[in-house]
Nanobody, 120 residues
Framework: QVQLVESGGGLVQAGGSLRLSCAAS????????MGWHRQAPGKQRDLVAD???????NYADSVKGRFTISRDYSKNTVYLQMNSLKPEDTAVYYC??????????????WGQGTQVTVSS
């Protein structure tokens, strides 16, 4: 089992910045990918950014150039630095830890979610 605890959400004006943190504990050695997804009201949960062990990153087109994902392996923590925030970034942001085996998702773990609200 993997436990994920998020922090850092809140209310910010458009153009502002926030940094989300997600601390992982438990069976971390089984995890290949850590990242962030988000879900706006009435919409599906979508990938924002993720990072494979070793550093390869992947971003949604809508956040490229504005958001940066990073990991502190010594603290088992993943961060999402969000700059130039837009009202359309408003959503609940979920930390994700994923185990991939043979190219297939074997297990997903999710945090409880943190609300990010961007006012215009």
């Amino acid at each position: 089992q993997v436990q994920l605890v998020e922090s850092g959400g809140g209310l910010v004006q458009a153009g502002g910045s926030l940094r989300l943190s997600c601390a992982a504990s438990g069976s971390i050695s089984n995890i290949n990918i850590m990242g962030w997804h988000r879900q706006a009201p009435g919409k599906q949960r979508d990938l924002v950014a993720d990072m494979v062990n070793g550093g390869s990153t992947n971003y949604a087109d809508s956040v490229k150039g504005r958001f940066t994902i990073s990991r502190d392996y010594s603290k088992n923590t993943v961060y999402l630095q969000m700059n130039s925030l837009k009202p359309e970034d408003t959503a609940v942001y979920y930390c994700n830890a994923r185990r991939v085996v043979g190219g297939l998702v074997a297990r997903d773990y999710w945090g409880q979610g943190t609300q990010v609200t961007v006012s215009s």
